[in-house]
């Protein structure tokens, strides 16, 4: 079974982080809508959701993504780039603790999850505003012993790199070549976005099918043409929040012998309760 980790939209979402767009009004009950909506995308693509709690303290943890990164054998918690957003990793890292051993990235490292792409035994960082050199060295540390790879790349214009190349299957990557270089990306086979949609560069591969935001039509047109299969959603008023089709979720798959169940959470206290939904 794979488990798709979500957070609930906060109360605070309008005083979110923004690093490359301007504030906007973002309609709470509309972003809740619009959430619920993919977390049901989510669960047709065959995942078992669990929702977490959030609270007024916690603007950005609906993108739940950026507090860990999850392999097959141990779960990375991240120290967050926006300084603001460490409170979330608490309740984060005592979800993810149920399902995978823990290891934390340490000051002076920032990292967000959003700035790495995992493809098989191939790992891609970003460095951006951020994550730096720090943290991917810790991440290397910590994923070497089971066999993976680390492969820095330079973030331009852009919050992520998962703003600008995610996998649109096995060996297929989706990017936008003017905030990311190409040269990394060699071994895979690549579709552009259409450059009227720069921001078109993130879906969520699950499942088979890639979850699509209804925001860009050209690059969805792309999309289907080489054979991807889609799930189109709509998330406009969290994207006013820089969020993306990734940012949403942490996808667990679920094993026998649950890591840390009868540990105490090594990272503090969870910040705010847990909600299960199926």
Sequence with gaps: MRVALTRAVSLAIAHCELTHLDRQPIDLEI???????????LAGAGCRVERLATGPDMPDSVFIEDMAIVFDEIAIVTRPGAESRRVETAGVAAAL??????????APGTMDGGDVLVAGRHVFVGRSSRTNDAAIADLHRAIAPYGYD?????????LHLKSAVTMAGDDRVLMNRAWVPA?????????????????????????????????FPRTLERLVRRGVRTVVVETGELAKAEGALTCCCLLVDEREGRANEDEECPFGAPAAGQNRNS
């Design 31 to 41: 972003a809740r809508t619009q959430h619920r909506a993919y977390e049901a995308a």
């Design 97 to 106: 603790g149920r399902y995978r051993p823990l290891h934390a990235i340490l």
């Design 183 to 215: 040269e990394p990306f060699d071994r895979f086979d690549r579709i552009d976005v259409d450059p009227s949609e720069p921001a078109a560069a993130n879906g969520l591969l699950v499942g088979g099918r890639v979850i699509y935001a209804s925001a």
């Design 150 to 158: 680390v492969t820095p790349v330079d973030v331009h214009g852009c």
